[in-house]
């Protein structure tokens, strides 16, 4: 069974920092593609970043909604099937509650592709 367990959620004050981990059990993360999503309430889903884990970092393929190019990084852990989004100068319109998802259909990758699995999600909260 395919298990994804974000963690690394706070609270945090505009500019600080934080980092996002998803870890997968039952699955190996390997020329997949994952990536993190956000809800805020009241709003719909957004894709954050996407990352195509190649068979070695050099084939790693990194995929950002314009809203945080620049802010945050999507890449993989030393640990297998583990992956971080590190968050930088958080915004207050960052808060939101954020979901991993991985695998898609033939690994096509990105920010608009269909996700077969989700974690709960981590709770992220930025005051201004």
């Known amino acids: 069974q395919v298990q994804l367990v974000e963690s690394g959620g706070g609270s945090v004050q505009a500019g600080g920092s934080l980092r996002l981990s998803c870890a997968a059990s039952?699955?190996?993360?390997?020329?997949?593609?994952m990536a993190w999503f956000r809800q805020a309430p009241g709003k719909g889903r957004e894709g954050v970043a996407a990352?195509?884990?190649?068979?070695?970092?050099?084939?790693?393929?990194?995929y950002y909604s314009e809203s945080v190019r620049g802010r945050f990084t999507i890449s993989r852990a030393n640990a297998e099937n583990t992956i971080y989004l590190y968050m930088n100068n958080l915004k207050s319109e960052d808060t939101a509650m954020y979901y991993c998802?991985?695998?898609?259909?033939?690994?096509?990758?990105?920010?608009?592709?269909?996700?077969?699995?989700w974690g709960l999600g981590t709770q992220v909260t930025v005051s201004s």
């Open positions: 998802a991985a695998e898609t259909p033939e690994n096509r990758c990105g920010l608009n592709a269909d996700f077969k699995y």
């Open positions: 990352l195509y884990v190649g068979s070695a970092p050099i084939y790693d393929v990194t």
């Open positions: 039952g699955y190996t993360a390997s020329k997949v593609c």
